[in-house]
Each structure stands twice: as structure tokens, then as C-alpha cells.
RNA sequence: CGGGGCGUGGCGCAGUAUGGCUAGCGCGCCUGCUUUGGGUGCAGGAGGUCCCCGGUUCGAGUCCGGGCGCCCCGACCA
């Protein structure tokens, strides 16, 4: 491709706009442009590098037997109430002419269910692996980091269809590992991560992370044995504390705290620390109402409640329903003389702790001296706390574990039947019986791939890809336009590489080197072939974006030279399993 | 949804407090000359509903009211 033909709209200054080093530089380099808060424009090398990532994902799951296919991007509402996610606030909805409506496509179970229920009846089918690579549409609450949280982006999605759990887990096996080789393929460094399921629900799964500080996930990983979760998600281990003995503690006490609230405020007033409080939060989980206690200096994860009552939602109670229960306003709640049927659940850190000061459930009052088994029935014990940095790690004996920060880039499921059940996707077994298909579902964000690959690939001067994504093999510099000697070695040598079926991306503008220098080092392009003065001697200068040494090369030795970084460029980033 | 910031040629910004003539500057763009190994220099030029609507005023980019859009932090997140 010649520079002088094509479309590349580099910028010098960085729109205002622009924060994240990787949104920064796509912006510059010419490669996304904003349309809208979200939504974004791939121009012409941003889509190159787009195409490429979708072609790495294609082949690797051809490799393990998927089949493509292409969906719908609008989306008949009626198939979202069949699973009851017609209401999720995230949904574009429109309406045709006839008033129907219709949603554009979030993500796309249902439409993959309805046409497996039409067409797979027979456990002969199966198994099954199909996906797509799709624009999807999702009205976040806040887009964020250019075409790292889009509201309009390109995601791959597959989806698997099995007869049992145990085929499930072959597939869901093969694609871990056909996802580490894409991952490794684009150059992406991942380290995979326990997960919560969010709207997707279903059974176990796993996050694909890109450790990077611009990454908006917290994610814990033990410093020891390796496991490594979503903060959401991260598991605590039963620290197993005795209890204190209770004997020795005076009796429960109502103080005064007149407009304490927030344990700070409590703990000022008192002149204690947050850890000789207890917090009570009142929830709701699948609509029930509970009660949950955690350190004061601690903060409770919202999804270990639910999972411990096998619940499927979760939510803070209402301030009102919360005075009616406890008798007092927001802010005093406590264990003590809470209904006899709200189920009370504690952190089991907690366990050793007696003693404590919490709220009176009255108001501008605490209790002090409080004792569980004492004061009020000793409560269910369960993990409640999100964990953070320098806590034990729950899968090993001595692990501690460290917080990073991740951009995920895929994210896999084994569904079960939750989507073939509330879809009626049945298929009939040897016996003739009937059984749910066991359903899996594996997303991989292909544009916030291309910012991921950024984050992690640039340095001063602009973006150094990976060969594999990169928009072209290979910039070809002419150094100085107007002399005749290096155009025509630059043509020729242009001429030769395109031939040879190279990638090359020729700069033959009428600009000063400078730059072409500047522009092809934003751009990106792996490795750089210079026609400049060199030329008198016969000789052009080859070298590698990422380390800019120049090596002369014979003008005829050129293609053979570039030919072997090539291949050592690929070679790098050849898969290491599977 | 809560908090903060912003909206002026393609990009980055000044001007707005204290209303006043043809709305400025840098980059980019066009023309000519110059220069040609890291965003050359000089000269000339084009390009603007000052986010929108309404109001105050002799006069509004500037003041008042309402709205829209964008960014960041948090909440949320597939």
C-alpha cells in the first residue's frame, strides 16, 4: 500500500478527550475515531488490525472444531423474555413500524438457542461448537478508555452444545486453551482469573485478564500457587478462629452516638477502631431479606452472600423496609432484636471477635459489650468479605495474595441448562428420552483487544505491534522524495516485497523524513526498511521498531533480511500449548 | 445514578470575571519559494451557526433560565 494513496489521519496533539495511553495513541495513530460516547469509527489501519485479531480467533477455533456462523444484531424482544433478561437496563430497544419491539443484541444466548432448539433434536447432533464475531450493543451506564468499554463494539462469541457435564468439559477445556493460544498468538499476555457470571449466569467461569494499570478489574492473585480471581469473586479461606471466652465480658450495653452513622463516625465517637465493630447490612437476595455482618473495617461482597444462599440476585435493602425492620433510621442497625425469621450471616472472621460494638437498632444508639450466643443467636457463618491485597490465599497453605489491575479480554462459561430449560432446547438420548442441551458460552472482546494490545505494546514514540495484529508487515521509508536514486530503489524494493507477498506499507509521500519517521513509528508497524543515503553505497538500513537498531543491508539483500525477522517476529509469538 | 470538569475552524487552546468595532493564537490544510536522516524556514491564503433554545440589553462567545453533548472519579458492568 502506498502512504500517498491511503488514509491514514494521524494526529500531532492528542485530543483533549483522550486519557488511557492506549486510547491516546489509537487516536493519534489515526485508527479510531469518536462518533459518539462509545462508539467509534475503525478507520482504515485500526480496521486492519481489527481483521487480523478476528482472523487469529477464527482460525483457532476452527482448529478445535467450531463453525461459524453470523447472527441477527436486532434482537425480537419476546426471545429476552423467555429468560427473562428483556428488562436489563443495559438494552438498546427500538420498535419497528408495527410497533414491535426489538433490542439490539447484547449478546446473543437466546437467538443461538432458538435456532439450536428448531434444528437439534437428536443427541446425535452434538457436540456442537458455533460462533460468531459480531458487533454487539450495550448501553453502559459509562463507556470508558476509548474502545475499552464501548457501547457499540466487535465481540467474538461461541457457543457449545453437549448431551452431558462431561463433554462440557472437554469443550469447555479445549477453548481454555484454543483462548491462550489466541492470546499468545496477538501477543497478549493473560493470566486467567475465577469470575463472577453477572446477566450471563450459569456455572463456573473464568476471566481472561490483561494485567495492565489502565485495566478497570481488580483482580487477586496468590503470590504462591497462582490462583487468581476477580476481586468480585476472590475466595477467603475459614481462618478457623476460636472464639473468645464470654465470661469475663460485661453485659451488653445501649450507648448513646447521637449522629453516628458511618462506622468512621462511630468509631470517632467511641474512641475505638474499626475493627471492634460490626457492620449489619441489610440485603435482599432473590428478593428475601437477610442479614449480613462483616468487620466495621471491612466491606462486604455482595456476591459471596448470594452464593451462600444459592440465590441468583442480589441487592442493598430499601431505607424504608430497612426502619420498618429495625425499628430505626439508616445507619443503626445491628444483630441484636432483629426478627426471629431474618436469616443473619457473618463473615466468619468474625468468629473471633466478642466483645464488639454495633449498632442498636434504634436511634443515634450503639451496643457495646456484644456477644454472639450471648446477646442474640450465634449467626451462620459463611465468607462474606471481599478480599483484598496481603489476605491468605484460600487454595493454598501459605499464599498471600497481591492486588493487580486487569482489562479482560475474554470471558468463558459452562451455562449448564440455564438458557436450553427456560428455552425449551431439549434434545432425545439412545433411550428415547428427553434431556436439556448442556449449553457453554466463551466471549472475547475483539476491539478491546486492539486497545489491550496497545496498553501493552508502546513506549514513547507510539505503538510497536506484534507482527501478528500489526496493520502491515513492513513500512517502507523513501527518505527523501525528490531524489531519483533512492525512489527508484524504493519502488523497486516496493515492487519486490509486495510480490513476494509481504505486508509492506509504502511511504512514498512528499514529506520530510521526519515525518515519515514520527508517523511510522506512532503507526507502529514491526519492522521499518529505510531507502535513504545509503543508497549511493547500495545499501538500505532494516531495523525493528521495538529496538530501532539499524542494520545496513544490500539493497539486493533486503527482502532475504526482512524475510528472516519475519519469520523470528512470528516465531516469537508462536502458541506454547495445545 | 452521585461528584467534578469541559463545550470557541480538523486538533490543542486563549478570550467569558468587568457585555462593545472585522473572535484571536499554535498545529494541521491550500499556494509559492526553501529544506530533505527524526514533526524545516519564509511569505501569502482558505476555513467559525463561539453546543442548542429562550430571555435581558442599543449591543451577548461573555449575563440569566432551560436543554443537549463530551470527559474523569465513584456506583454499576456481560
Known amino acids: 500500500m502506498r502512504a500517498s494513496r491511503y488514509f491514514v489521519p494521524t494526529l500531532r496533539e492528542v485530543p483533549a478527550e483522550a486519557e488511557l495511553t492506549s486510547h491516546r495513541l489509537l487516536l493519534r495513530a489515526g485508527f479510531i475515531r469518536k462518533e459518539s460516547a462509545g462508539v467509534y469509527v475503525y478507520l482504515p489501519l485500526g480496521w486492519r488490525v481489527i481483521r487480523k485479531i478476528e482472523q487469529i480467533v477464527r482460525e483457532e477455533t476452527d482448529r478445535i472444531g467450531g463453525i461459524e456462523l453470523f447472527m441477527p444484531a436486532l434482537v425480537p424482544q419476546e426471545l429476552l423474555d423467555e429468560t427473562g433478561r428483556s428488562g436489563l437496563d443495559i438494552l438498546f430497544k427500538l420498535r419497528d413500524r408495527h410497533q414491535r419491539p426489538f433490542t439490539l443484541g447484547f449478546t446473543h444466548e437466546e437467538i443461538i438457542t432458538d435456532i439450536v432448539r428448531n434444528f437439534v433434536s437428536s443427541y446425535r447432533q452434538m457436540p456442537l461448537l458455533l460462533y460468531q464475531i459480531q458487533t454487539k450493543f ?36 479445549a477453548l481454555r486453551r484454543a483462548y491462550f493460544r489466541m492470546f499468545e498468538r496477538m501477543g497478549l499476555p493473560t493470566i486467567i482469573v475465577d469470575a463472577e457470571a453477572g446477566a450471563i449466569g450459569g456455572g463456573s467461569n473464568e476471566e481472561y485478564m490483561i494485567v495492565a494499570d489502565g485495566g478497570e478489574d481488580k483482580v487477586l492473585q496468590c503470590d504462591s500457587c497462582g490462583y487468581g480471581a476477580n476481586a468480585e469473586r476472590c475466595e477467603l479461606p475459614d481462618p478457623a478462629l476460636t472464639p473468645p471466652v464470654v465470661d469475663a465480658i460485661p453485659p451488653m450495653e445501649q450507648v448513646a452516638t447521637p449522629n453516628a452513622r458511618t462506622v468512621e463516625e462511630v468509631t ?26 462483616v468487620r466495621g473495617d471491612r466491606e462486604l461482597n455482595p456476591y459471596k452472600l448470594m452464593h451462600a444462599l444459592d440465590g441468583e440476585s442480589v441487592e442493598m435493602m430499601d431505607a424504608e423496609t430497612i426502619e ?23 463473615d466468619h472472621e468474625l468468629r473471633g471477635l466478642q466483645d464488639f460494638i454495633t449498632g442498636a437498632n434504634a436511634e443515634d444508639a450503639h451496643l457495646v459489650h456484644v456477644c454472639w450466643g450471648r446477646d442474640f443467636t450465634e449467626p451462620r457463618w459463611a465468607d462474606l468479605r471481599v478480599a483484598q491485597a496481603g489476605d491468605r490465599c484460600a487454595r493454598c497453605a501459605d499464599g498471600i495474595l497481591r492486588e493487580v489491575r486487569g482489562i479482560e479480554v475474554g470471558h468463558i462459561f459452562q451455562l449448564g441448562t440455564k438458557y436450553s430449560e427456560a428455552m425449551g432446547a431439549q434434545f432425545t438420548d439412545g433411550e428415547g428420552n428427553l434431556h436439556p442441551i448442556i449449553m457453554g458460552c466463551y466471549g472475547l ?28 508487515e513492513v513500512v517502507l521509508i523513501l527518505v527523501n522524495s525528490e531524489d531519483e536514486a533512492q525512489r527508484a530503489v524504493a519502488e523497486r524494493l516496493y515492487e519486490q516485497f509486495s510480490q513476494a507477498g509481504f505486508e509492506v506499507f509504502y511511504d512514498d509521500r512528499d514529506e520530510r523524513s521526519g515525518v515519515k519517521f514520527k508517523d511510522a513509528d506512532l503507526i507502529g508497524i514491526p519492522i521499518q526498511v529505510v531507502v535513504g543515503r545509503g543508497v549511493q553505497e547500495g545499501q538500505v538500513e532494516v531495523r525493528l521498531r521495538a529496538d530501532k537498531t539499524p542494520e545496513q543491508v544490500p539493497i539486493e539483500e533486503a527482502m532475504a533480511r526482512v524475510g528472516e525477522l519475519r519469520q523470528s517476529l512470528y516465531h516469537a509469538l508462536r502458541p506454547s500449548e495445545g
Open 445 to 472: 472482546g475483539v476491539s478491546r483487544c486492539l486497545a489491550a494490545i496497545v496498553e501493552v505494546h508502546h513506549d514513547k514514540d507510539g505503538i510497536r505491534f506484534p507482527i501478528s495484529v500489526a496493520p502491515f
Open 138 to 173: 450495550r448501553d453502559e451506564p459509562r463507556p470508558r478508555g476509548g474502545v475499552i468499554r464501548a457501547r457499540e463494539f466487535i465481540m467474538y462469541d461461541a457457543y457449545s452444545f453437549d448431551t452431558d457435564h462431561e463433554a462440557l468439559e472437554r469443550v469447555y477445556q
Open 268 to 293: 470517632a465517637f467511641l474512641n475505638t477502631t474499626a475493627d471492634r465493630l460490626v457492620k449489619t447490612l441489610l440485603m435482599r437476595v432473590d428478593g428475601a431479606p437477610v442479614a449480613a455482618l
Open 324 to 346: 420498618q425492620i429495625t425499628k430505626a433510621p439508616v445507619g443503626f442497625a445491628g444483630p441484636v432484636g432483629l426478627p426471629a425469621d431474618l436469616p443473619i450471616l457473618a
